[in-house]
């Protein structure tokens, strides 16, 4: 599934036909801002409960995006579309909210549209279509970790964010021992529907635990979640006993954090 619906901005002074995506036109009608036949058609596109949009996320297909500089907000410049469509812009209004503008007439106020001829409306109807490529995404949503350090004064514990999540997340303590916890806190970002099945799912974090020099564990640590969206993989740290050769012993443990 999309995850998200496209319908027509409708205008007041406007004539539709049988759906939001048509109008009644009269031959001869030349587009032209704000004229009969109007030199633009603007649909939005709208993402489902629970979703999020981004505009990296959607193409037109089959048509070419155009190099020009950067907008606020961003947005996306398309030619080579469907005739009568000169070109095409998609903006980012928010993250639930796309907005495409299709233009049957130059506009020389956007970079790159000012060229071509004005759409005539024909003695014949004029039926398009416009493929939209895109998937929205399940919304980020707030998250909060919480880690008690184990107990003793022999442990060193560090944490490390996915560097992708570093401007979105927030750490504290010190990993020395001073502090007797941690906490991780922020916004996560929209995650993807197409993870592999077998996925760990989205990193987050690396969880280090490891003993003070001359210092081993007994048995190794655990870590543990209050919360089901969440999973853990963990590796043990071996290192060679001084005292019993051909045995190791456990001296840390590195705990890699992901969101489902």
């Given at each position: 599934?999309?995850?998200y619906?496209?319908?027509?901005?409708?205008?007041?002074?406007h004539?539709?036909?049988?759906t939001q995506?048509?109008t009644m036109q009269?031959?001869?009608q030349?587009?032209?801002?704000?004229?009969?036949?109007?030199?633009?058609?603007?649909w939005?596109?709208?993402?489902d409960?629970g979703?999020?949009?981004?505009?990296?996320d959607?193409?037109?297909?089959?048509?070419?995006q155009?190099n020009v500089?950067?907008t606020i907000?961003?947005?996306?410049?398309?030619?080579?579309l469907?005739?009568?469509?000169l070109?095409?812009q998609?903006v980012?209004?928010?993250?639930?909210?796309i907005?495409?503008?299709?233009?049957?007439?130059p506009?020389?106020?956007q970079p790159?549209?000012g060229?071509?001829?004005?759409?005539?409306?024909?003695n014949?109807d004029?039926s398009i279509?416009v493929?939209?490529?895109?998937?929205a995404?399940?919304?980020?949503h707030?998250?909060?970790?919480?880690f008690?350090?184990?107990?003793?004064n022999?442990?060193?514990?560090e944490?490390?964010?996915?560097?992708?999540?570093?401007k979105?997340?927030a750490q504290?303590?010190?990993g020395?021992g001073?502090?007797?916890?941690?906490?991780?806190?922020?916004t996560?970002?929209?995650?993807?529907?197409?993870k592999?099945a077998?996925?760990s799912?989205?990193?987050?974090?690396?969880y280090?635990?490891?003993?003070?020099?001359?210092h081993?564990?007994r048995?190794?640590p655990?870590?543990?979640?209050n919360?089901?969206?969440?999973?853990v993989e963990?590796f043990?740290?071996?290192?060679p006993s001084s005292?019993e050769k051909?045995?190791?012993?456990?001296t840390?443990?590195?705990f890699?954090?992901?969101?489902?």
């Amino acid at each position: 599934m999309a995850n998200y619906t496209i319908t027509r901005h409708t205008e007041s002074d406007h004539t539709y036909g049988c759906t939001q995506f048509s109008t009644m036109q009269i031959e001869g009608q030349i587009a032209v801002n704000g004229a009969a036949l109007d030199s633009t058609v603007v649909w939005d596109l709208t993402a489902d409960t629970g979703f999020s949009l981004e505009l990296d996320d959607f193409i037109f297909t089959g048509a070419t995006q155009m190099n020009v500089p950067p907008t606020i907000p961003p947005s996306s410049s398309w030619e080579n579309l469907p005739y009568p469509i000169l070109y095409a812009q998609m903006v980012q209004v928010s993250s639930v909210l796309i907005r495409i503008t299709l233009y049957l007439a130059p506009d020389a106020s956007q970079p790159g549209f000012g060229v071509g001829n004005n759409f005539v409306m024909p003695n014949t109807d004029v039926s398009i279509t416009v493929p939209i490529e895109g998937c929205a995404m399940i919304a980020g949503h707030p998250m909060r970790l919480w880690f008690n350090e184990p107990t003793g004064n022999n442990t060193i514990t560090e944490i490390t964010v996915n560097p992708e999540l570093e401007k979105r997340l927030a750490q504290t303590g010190d990993g020395s021992g001073g502090l007797k916890s941690h906490e991780v806190v922020g916004t996560l970002p929209p995650q993807a529907l197409d993870k592999v099945a077998s996925s760990s799912g989205d990193h987050l974090i690396s969880y280090i635990v490891v003993a003070e020099s001359g210092h081993r564990y007994r048995s190794t640590p655990t870590l543990t979640f209050n919360s089901k969206l969440y999973n853990v993989e963990s590796f043990t740290q071996l290192t060679p006993s001084s005292y019993e050769k051909g045995k190791n012993n456990i001296t840390g443990v590195r705990f890699e954090i992901y969101k489902k």
